[in-house]
Each structure stands twice: as C-alpha cells, then as structure tokens.
C-alpha cells in the first residue's frame, strides 16, 4: 500500500520567498504530524493535526510558519519570508489516531523535503 | 522536558563486527520507545518498538533492550553489514496525559560499516 508521500523532495528557495511543503499522509490515518530536522539537531516537532483541526502547534518556530490540513488529508507547511535558518529537512508523519495507546499512535513517514534557503 | 541523547554521534566498523549503540532519556515516564533507521532521501523506517513494559525486542540481526528505570536502551547489531550503514535514531513517547503522540528524538548516530 502507498506510504506517507512528500512533495517535493528538494526545494532551493531565495531568502524572503514563500514556499509551500505538501504532505499526503496515509489513507484513512486521522493523525498527521510535522518535523523539522536541522543539520546537527535532532528532528524537532512542529505541529500535530487530528483530523483537520491542530490542537498542538507549539513547535512552529515563529509566526512565518503555519500549516493547514484540508479534507481530513492532505496537509500543507508554508514558510512566508524564508531565512536561511529554515534550510533543513522537513518530515511529515501520520497515525491512525493521535492521542491514543499503542499501536493506534504509531507515526509512519514520509522521505522529507530538503528546503535549502539560497 | 524530554531529553534523548546517543552516543557515539558516529561510528565506523569493519563489515561482520557485532556492535552496540546507545540511547538514554531522562523521563522514565514513556509509553514506548523506538528505533528508526534513516537513508538518505528515504525518510525513517521503523526497525524496533519496545513497549515501557517489555525489556527486549528482537528483529533478524537487530536486538533493542530498554532499562525504562535508568533512563536506557540500546541497539545491538550483529555481523554488522555495508547496507547497515544509514543513522540510526531513538525516540521516545511520554505518557505525559493528553500529548502522548509526541515523539521525542535523539539526534542519532552515523554507523559507516566498510567492506
């Protein structure tokens, strides 16, 4: 069956473009996360979605990044302004349900989108 | 706050060495941890998944055991490989009431296996 699906797989912007990052998480799985994985740091979290509504959003960085989900599926990261610190790999995970007990939270990924900000 | 951290950051071994990776938490309060493995370009492939209350999960050449008490796991790769070498990554999900789908990562370890 298809897996967590990225696009695109490489992004090369110019410092204060706007980029969008999509994500297609697996059919029928309620939950979709985001990560961003900096060179030397681990993947850090960014903002979890259950359904189309994301109760948790702490992990945005700053006001330039937000996400939205449409339909219950696909979901799209967008940076506005870019800064060169936002070049990284940006990883998309779903799970059947979010807060649940094992397995039902168990996160699949998809490859990530390397966004180099030029 | 959650921290994971493994040690070594990198690592490189003859092919057919047995060797041992290491990642400790320092929240003992953890539904389960993980194990992924990360290609270039391909994402994350869940190798193992221990569960708080189990001690050791095995899969073909890999073993994970957790000490969830002293903050422990590790990954045991045996007659190690050149298609081994790839980061390996720990991750940990709190218990901690209404956020436990958080993942918390460590920032992994480069294993290089040469021929």
């Known amino acids: 069956g298809a897996g967590v699906s990225q696009s695109p797989s490489n992004k090369v912007t110019e410092k204060g473009k706007d980029v969008e990052l999509r994500c297609d998480p697996i059919?029928?799985?309620?939950?979709l996360y985001w990560y961003r994985q900096s060179l030397g740091q681990g993947l850090e979290f960014l903002i979890y979605?259950?359904?189309?509504?994301?109760?948790?959003k702490s992990g945005l960085p700053s006001d330039r990044f937000s996400a939205e989900r449409t339909g219950g599926s696909v979901s799209t990261l967008t940076i506005q302004r870019t800064q060169q610190e936002d070049s990284a790999v940006y990883l998309c995970a779903s799970s059947l349900r979010g807060v649940s007990p094992p397995p039902y939270n168990e996160q699949f990924f998809g490859p990530g989108t390397r966004l180099t900000v030029l | 706050k959650q921290e994971v951290t493994q040690i070594p950051a990198a690592l490189s071994v003859p092919e057919g060495e047995n060797l041992v990776l290491n990642c400790s938490f320092t929240?003992?309060?953890?539904?389960?941890l993980q194990w992924f493995r990360q290609d270039p370009g391909k994402g994350l492939t869940s190798l193992l998944l221990?569960?708080?209350?189990?001690r050791e999960q095995t899969s073909g050449r890999l073993n994970a055991s957790l000490d969830k008490s002293s903050g422990r796991s590790t990954l045991y790769i045996a007659a190690s490989q050149p298609g081994d070498s790839a980061t390996y990554l720990c991750?940990?999900?709190?218990?901690?009431?209404?956020?436990?789908?958080?993942?918390?990562f460590g920032k992994g370890t480069l294993l290089t296996v040469n021929p």
């Open positions: 991750a940990v999900r709190l218990k901690s009431g209404g956020s436990n789908y958080k993942l918390t």
């Open positions: 979605f259950q359904g189309n509504s994301a109760p948790d």
């Open positions: 929240d003992s309060a953890i539904y389960n």
């Open positions: 221990i569960q708080s209350s189990q």
């Open positions: 059919s029928g799985h309620t939950a």
